[in-house]
């Protein structure tokens, strides 16, 4: 999962990119407008961390161009505290979310998480496969006895972009975009060795190729 923190915080901003990355997600982090704008507008990010007060270009313009754009991203608003006018005007300007300032970080990445699941294909709390269970938080596998199978960081982003989509054809490039943060290096030979470690993992029919398109990930239900 790919995440953009839009954040002009000199200090916020890269804590909460880094910590972002630990929890396993690709984070761009842009500290204004104009920045935030341009990536938001062409990279398929997974959700956005959205302060308004930016400089350049404020947070509410950007989330009503990326809206009337079509873009549907869903987006938490960063507000003051007292900003109750901020959260209304966010809120109907198509925003899914807002936590005020100061916050716990520990309740941001519980939103994020949450946004992150309603906008998926697959919604549920539990990701499970094969008699596994994803530890999100711990990014290894866990069978019911609590026996633990670890993963690579890229292993984990993969497969979970991977099980919040099944059934889809992903190609090596939609995978790619949803892995990597910009400035990584994006090689479809790369995932090519990482679907293969998967398949290791979990089963050759796990993950079916479809030539020329890329990859469907089979869940147990099919």
Not at 17 to 33: I, N
Request: negative net charge; contains cysteine; hydrophobic residues 40%.
């Amino acid at each position: 999962m790919r995440l953009l923190i839009a954040e002009d915080d000199a200090e916020l901003g890269p804590r909460l990119r880094d910590r972002l990355m630990r929890e396993g997600y690709a984070v761009d982090l842009a500290a204004d407008g104009v920045d935030a704008g341009h990536l938001g507008a062409t990279e398929p990010y997974d959700a956005v961390i959205l302060d308004l007060g930016l400089p350049r270009r404020n947070g509410l313009e950007l989330l009503r161009e990326w809206r009337a754009a079509g873009n549907a991203v869903p987006v938490l608003i960063l507000t003051a505290r007292d900003g109750w006018s901020e959260r209304v005007d966010g809120l109907r300007a198509g925003a899914d979310d807002y936590l005020g300032k100061p916050f716990h970080t520990e309740e941001l990445l519980a939103r994020v998480q949450a946004l992150l699941r309603r906008a998926a294909p697959v919604s549920s709390p539990q990701l499970l496969v094969g008699g596994w269970r994803l530890d999100e938080s711990r990014q290894c596998l866990v069978d019911d006895n609590g026996h633990e199978r670890a993963l690579t960081a890229t292993e984990f982003k993969l497969l979970r972009y991977f099980m919040r989509h099944p059934g889809e054809v992903l190609s090596k490039t939609r995978l790619a975009e949803h892995v990597y943060d910009y400035d990584s290096e994006r090689d479809s030979n790369v995932i090519e060795v990482y679907v293969r470690r998967l398949r290791q993992l979990l089963g050759e029919q796990r993950i079916e190729t479809r030539r020329g398109q890329g990859y469907i990930f089979v869940d147990d239900a099919r």
